[in-house]
């Protein structure tokens, strides 16, 4: 599947610098307990049927200026290399980056794409952010972030674990392709238009 005629898409390269090693900003808290949003096999099934119809419709609006509840994170296959585009509610955070629910756990085929690269791509808001070194942070870590509503919604279903992601400016500099002495790094990373993307389900 293709993405949607029109809109852009930033291409993920292959890893453009190592993983780091080490978190930028604040610490992060002990490790969250877990979503108590458990799915079973029947379940996880239904949801990749209706994320298979319903996606290709979402990133039609996914990212766009006036979007701001629905971001895009493109990312690349651990395993096979195509490139996806997976439509996520993703929020700026205050320390930087962008933080977004780990609805799905650690099993979700995007958060494993991301752990293995060690960065991806954020469209939000009509913009492209190249972000690194993902970390699960805990509810009251990741919460201030959202508006009154999304926090209500997200204490609601159970979502304890978010995954926050740190823009490359915050990283070290050997570490960032952002820090080129031109925008060579940076256009390498997000490019022009029509790049066909496989559009992923949120589980694995």
Known sequence: MTATPGRKAPVVQPALYSRPTATVGPVAPARPAGN?????????????????????????????????????????????GRPYATPLGIRPAAAGGFVMPLTFGEAAGWYRNIVAAGWCVITWRGADHTVASPVIVDRATALPAFPRYERLALRAIGIDEFVWLHDVSSLPKADSPAHSSDAAGRRRVVAALGHPYEIECPLP
């Open 36 to 80: 108590t949003l458990h799915l079973g096999p029947r379940a996880r099934r239904v949801i990749r049927s209706v994320a298979r119809l319903v996606n290709p419709l979402v990133l039609r609006i996914a990212g766009r200026r006036r979007m701001p509840v629905v971001g895009i994170i493109h990312h690349r296959g651990r395993k096979t």
